[in-house]
C-alpha cells in the first residue's frame, strides 16, 4: 500500500508560481511511476508531469511543458510540482498520483491518488 498526501495549493494571480508537494508513506515508492493529475470542473481527469521511478525521465502535457516541473526528493518521500507562469486555464484540483506497472497520463494506471490540492489562477 501507498499513501500520498498533498499540500501546497492556493490562490495566486496568473504569472504567479506554487509548488505543489506529495509525500508518500507505506511502500517504498522509488521504483514506482509518479504523476501529477488535474481536474478541473466539468471536465475530465488530465495527467500534467510524471516521473519514471526506474529511470527518472519526465514526461509533461503540452499544455505545461516548460512552465512545470515535476521532481522528488528521496530522503523526504516528496514528489514536487513546481508551476511557474500560471495562467486561468490551470485552475484545477491537483492530484498526485502512483503507479506500480505502466507509466502513463491513464488514470485507470494508477492504483494509488491522494486526496487532492486546489490551485486557483486568477486573471
Known amino acids: 500500500q501507498v499513501q500520498l498526501v498533498e499540500s501546497g495549493g492556493g490562490s495566486v494571480q496568473a504569472g504567479g508560481s506554487l509548488t505543489l508537494s506529495c509525500v508518500t508513506s507505506?511502500?517504498?515508492?522509488?521504483?514506482?511511476?509518479m504523476a501529477w493529475f488535474r481536474q478541473a470542473p466539468g471536465k475530465e481527469r488530465e495527467g500534467v508531469a510524471r516521473?519514471?521511478?526506474?529511470?527518472?525521465?519526465?514526461v509533461y502535457a503540452d499544455s505545461v511543458k516548460g512552465r512545470f516541473t515535476i521532481s522528488r526528493d528521496n530522503a523526504k518521500n516528496t514528489v514536487y510540482l513546481q508551476m511557474n507562469s500560471l495562467k486561468p486555464e490551470d485552475s484545477a484540483m491537483y492530484y498526485c498520483?502512483?503507479?506500480?506497472?505502466?507509466?502513463?497520463?491513464?488514470?485507470?494506471?494508477?492504483?494509488?491518488w491522494g486526496q487532492g490540492t486546489q490551485v486557483t489562477v486568477s486573471s
Open positions: 507505506g511502500d517504498t515508492y522509488s521504483s514506482i511511476c
Open positions: 516521473l519514471n521511478g526506474s529511470g527518472g525521465s519526465t
Open positions: 498520483a502512483a503507479a506500480r506497472v505502466v507509466c502513463s497520463f491513464y488514470p485507470l494506471h494508477y492504483q494509488y
